[in-house]
């Protein structure tokens, strides 16, 4: 599958994975925190190392193919062969692996007890989000989106629901799998607030490049009114620049345009949303709380209207994108685990998405 | 280069490519293919909407209103508005935005 083409846009704020990744310097290059940042000077240490190496190994051509007889017989005997081939390198990835080792051990720093705690169980191919207390208890449950608060610790408890998934924020960590059965903890910290692009780093089958998600950095009251479940403040379309050519790239995130049922002719309003939840059997998979739908198979729609992204990182969360998934999920994510519901009428579609789309 | 393919002002498909090129992109970045099949977007391909990939920029908009840039902006960025009972809902562009778009539709019906 070609990328999509959102990828070309030169958008200082994400709003989909693909947005997240494009720019310059790359995502693994660019380290929000302490933990990339000790991953990006390794990553750099052995470039550097590798340049070297190539160097020599040039030079050692050069001298092979053009070189005095002289200098050849000097370098050429079996001591050069000792510490060139064997004592440098036997050194050399000696220091790297100590240096590896124990940087990926200061990855899974021990856990002081007064960082966030997070829960991310990787599903085929969306992320279930648990936001807990202290005392491990779950505060907010969300899907496909990690926020974080600036400049704090945050412990994420990646788990698995299926088969082996791998949970990366190039901005903010290395790779850490999710294995079916265990916990695997990992520490990250973001040092500025943002928008960073997160995917499963690990085949998982099917849609599994289309299995993304969005880590979004708060200061920390913006993350308080998250935790609490508040709508996070975008300014409405008419607040916004209209700069012929540029996108507003605030609007884009949110699909911050006026309710469709304060726009006059709209459709879904008339109808009643959540009946046609209920009855078409969404409830069966999916949570809203406060209703009667508690079905844990797919992502927990409670807080859509505040979802930067549906269907885990790829698409922007907006009325249209969310109606067109709803009718035809499989025309979008082949093979994802919600059927297509092409057979609802239009209208009943536009109501379910108007339900879902109220801030609760 | 512009300027001389600019049609006639009275002409439906008096756009210009850049425009064009603009518009192609306000579309991907809003999501538009996740109803519409699109020239120019590979992915997603949506199945909601109908095929754009057939738009002639000749019958009426949605079947209703007369087939103008202006309208087809209007309808764009904002449907139930444009035309009441539209079932495409009103899309996150703003209205130079969703003049480009325009301009990338009559693209398609214009190749
Ligand atoms: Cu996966």
Not at chain 1, 246 to 262: C, E, I, M
Not at chain 1, 308 to 329: E, F, K, M, Y
């Amino acid at each position: 599958m070609s990328p999509p083409i959102s990828m070309v846009l030169p958008m200082t704020d994400a709003q989909t994975v693909f947005d997240a990744w494009w720019g310059w310097p790359p995502p693994v290059l660019d380290p929000a925190g302490p933990y990339a940042e000790s991953v990006t000077v390794l990553a750099w240490a052995l470039f550097a190392m590798g340049a070297v190496v190539t160097a020599i190994v040039a030079a050692a051509l050069y001298v092979a193919l053009f070189g005095p007889a002289k200098l050849k017989a000097r370098i050429g005997g079996e001591k050069t062969v000792w510490i060139m081939g064997i004592a440098f390198p036997g050194v050399v990835l000696l220091g790297l692996l100590v240096w590896g080792l124990t940087l990926t051990a200061s990855l899974t720093d021990p856990i002081r007890g007064d960082e966030q705690r997070i829960r991310v169980t990787g599903h085929m191919w969306w992320w279930d989000v648990e936001y807990l207390d202290a005392q491990g208890r779950v505060v907010l449950r969300d899907a496909n989106e990690v926020h974080l608060p600036v400049g704090r610790p945050v412990v994420l408890e990646l788990r698995s629901a299926d088969v082996i998934h791998s949970f990366w924020v190039p901005n903010l960590s290395g790779k850490k799998d999710m294995i079916p059965g265990r916990t695997n903890l990992l520490k990250v910290q973001a040092e500025k607030a943002g928008y960073f692009g997160g995917v499963c780093a690990e085949y998982c089958g099917g849609p599994h490049a289309l299995m993304g998600f969005v880590a979004v950095a708060h200061e920390d009251a913006d993350y308080r009114r998250f935790i609490a479940g508040e709508p996070l403040g975008v300014p409405s379309l008419a607040e916004q620049q209209d700069v012929p050519g540029q996108l507003p790239a605030l609007a884009r995130r949110t699909g911050a345009v006026a309710p469709v049922s304060a726009q006059a002719g709209a459709v879904g309003g008339a109808l009643d949303g959540e009946a046609l939840f209920m009855a078409n059997g969404c409830a069966a998979c999916h949570r809203v709380a406060g209703t009667e739908a508690n079905g844990l198979a797919g992502p927990d729609l409670t807080h859509l209207s505040r979802r930067l992204t549906l269907a885990a990182g790829v698409l922007p969360n907006n009325r249209g994108s969310l109606q067109g998934w709803i009718a035809d999920s499989q025309a979008i994510k082949p093979g994802n685990r919600m059927p297509s519901y092409d057979l609802l009428s239009a209208q009943d579609v536009a109501a379910i998405a108007e339900w879902l789309d109220t801030p609760r | 280069m512009a300027a001389a393919c600019k049609a006639p002002a009275e002409s439906r498909h008096d756009f210009d490519d850049k425009a064009a090129e603009r518009g192609r992109i306000v579309a991907a970045a809003a999501g538009c293919a996740a109803c519409h099949r699109l020239p120019g977007i590979d992915w997603p391909q949506g199945r909601a909407g109908p095929d754009l990939t057939a738009f002639d920029g000749r019958g009426p908009i949605a079947g209703a209103l007369p087939n103008t840039p202006g309208n087809l902006a209007a309808f764009v960025r904002n449907a139930p508005a444009a035309k009441p009972g539209s079932t495409m809902p009103a899309m996150p562009i703003t209205p130079s935005e969703a003049r480009d778009v325009a301009a990338y539709l009559y693209g398609i019906a214009d190749d």
